[in-house]
Antibody
Framework: QVQLQESGPGLVKPSGTLSLTCTVS????????WTWIRQPPGKGLEWIGY???????YYNPSLKSRVTISIDKSKTQFSLNLSFVTAADTAMYYC???????????WGQGTTVTVSS | SYELTQPPSVSVSPGQTARITCSGD??????AYWYQQKPGQAPVLVIY???ERPSGIPERFSGSTSGTTVTLTISGVQAEDEADYYC???????????FGGGTKLTVL
């Protein structure tokens, strides 16, 4: 059974960097795409970006200048860094697997990140 | 920027059929996916590649496509189907993914 688990600080200061990690179990991280999605309180889903096991990453153009997604196959983890955060980056952050059909078929439970001083 | 347009809300009585639409110019060229999200929970995939249903998803969930619109149909709606539903697809100039704004399904 594939499981994903997000981890990282729940509070980040404005202008700081948000850093989250997604740990994958039950599947090889050396296949599929792996993706990050966020959801501000009371709002809809926003795709942040995804990474392939080769390390090639693609980002939402609206966030591209501030986002880096990386992968660590030895730890079966992939990570999200979002720099220069503001209150608008306060959200629930989810990691997910993108399967061979392009579907986000397995999701983590999500982790809440609040940007505040 | 590319957008997928969904109605904000749909209401149906139990046992009726709910139809949720999603419109976007690139939908004829890219697969669409549908996710169900209940309060306090992560989204769950209910339809992939426009019309395919993952294992474990009830048969009352189906997807269809026509031109620039894809539709999620829930036949014989049950109280447990009350949730937010999101469509998702790709943008041609990408690769990048886009979600619709979401539709709140209310079971009366």
């Amino acid at each position: 059974q594939v499981q994903l688990q997000e981890s990282g600080p729940g509070l980040v200061k404005p202008s700081g960097t948000l850093s989250l990690t997604c740990t994958v179990s039950g599947d090889s991280i050396s296949s599929n795409f792996w993706t990050w999605i966020r959801q501000p309180p009371g709002k809809g889903l926003e795709w942040i970006g995804y990474i392939y096991h080769s390390g090639t990453a693609y980002y939402n153009p609206s966030l591209k200048s501030r986002v880096t997604i990386s992968i660590d196959k030895s730890k079966t983890q992939f990570s999200l860094n979002l720099s220069f955060v503001t209150a608008a980056d306060t959200a629930m952050y989810y990691c997910s697997r993108v399967n061979s059909y392009g579907a986000m078929d397995v999701w983590g439970q999500g982790t809440t990140v609040t940007v505040s001083s | 920027s590319y957008e997928l347009t969904q109605p904000p809300s749909v209401s149906v009585s139990p046992g009726q059929t709910a139809r949720i639409t999603c419109s976007g110019d690139a939908l004829p060229r890219h697969n669409a996916y549908w996710y169900q999200q209940k309060p306090g929970q992560a989204p769950v995939l209910v339809i992939y590649k426009d019309t395919e249903r993952p294992s474990g998803i009830p048969e009352r969930f189906s997807g269809s496509t026509s031109g620039t619109t894809v539709t999620l149909t829930i036949s014989g709606v049950q109280a447990e189907d009350e949730a937010d539903y999101y469509c998702q697809s790709s943008e041609s100039s990408g690769p990048y993914e886009v979600f619709g704004g979401g539709t709140k399904l209310t079971v009366l």
